[in-house]
């Protein structure tokens, strides 16, 4: 057996490439302001997906989707979200290796690049794309684009959407936790590794 190497590696944004925390917490705000218990962190991160209003909705907040937002966006969660440190070095990496590199994301597609610019890896990404609930489209054609087989491309995310996303495009879905308990969300949504921090995926060995 040889060692993998991937010939495209595609990453979502929020949770991946940024810290998820800040908006967990303007998701937390919306329950406060309903008078209700915000969901801990792994559920938010088990069932918090598109169409994100039903979320609520389901929980008993009573916000109309226009004010669940306004709540949601006061402090710009996710314009000023942490970078995280080993964004840069897991992006060099990859390029060394002449990997094919996107980021695939449902957030708005500004702020997308926005902070694809405030990591400086905005010049090494083949794509990016923003705006998307479902990423199976923008995976599927990266791949057609590329022409890569999709069996040689990593998908890295911390949603169990992504991890479904993946397997339905063909590709290899692969969690990422930084720290906290959600290896078997993201194992139980057919992630086949779940690694701790970006670092940790550059030192992933799969064999082929």
Same mark, same amino acid.
């Given at each position: ?10 990453? *979502? ?5 940024? *810290? ?12 406060? #302001? ?57 992006? #060099? ?32 990404? *083949? ?82």
């Amino acid at each position: 057996m040889s060692v993998f190497v991937p010939e495209g590696v595609l990453f *979502d944004m929020d949770g991946t490439i940024t *810290d998820i925390k800040p908006s967990y917490n303007a998701m937390c705000r919306v329950f406060k #302001r309903s008078g209700l218990n915000p969901p801990s962190f792994p559920e938010y991160v088990e069932h918090f997906h598109a169409p994100y209003e039903e979320f609520y909705h389901v929980r008993m907040v009573r916000f109309s989707k226009t004010e669940i937002w306004e709540i949601y966006l006061l402090d710009k969660p996710h314009e000023k979200a942490r970078i995280f440190p080993d964004v840069f070095e897991t992006i #060099r990496h990859f390029v060394g290796l002449k990997a094919r590199l996107g980021v695939v994301s449902s957030n708005d597609i500004r702020t997308v690049r926005h902070n694809c610019r405030r990591a400086r890896i905005d010049t090494f990404l *083949d794509c990016v794309v923003g705006n998307t609930y479902s990423k199976v489209p923008a995976t599927r054609e990266f791949c057609q684009v590329h022409e890569i087989d999709p069996k040689r491309v990593l998908f890295v995310g911390d949603f169990p959407s992504d991890m479904r996303d993946a397997v339905e495009s063909g590709v290899i879905p692969i969690g990422i936790s930084h720290g906290e308990a959600i290896s078997q969300i993201l194992a139980a949504a057919g992630a086949v590794h779940v690694v701790k921090n970006l670092l940790d995926l550059t030192k992933l060995q799969l064999t082929e």
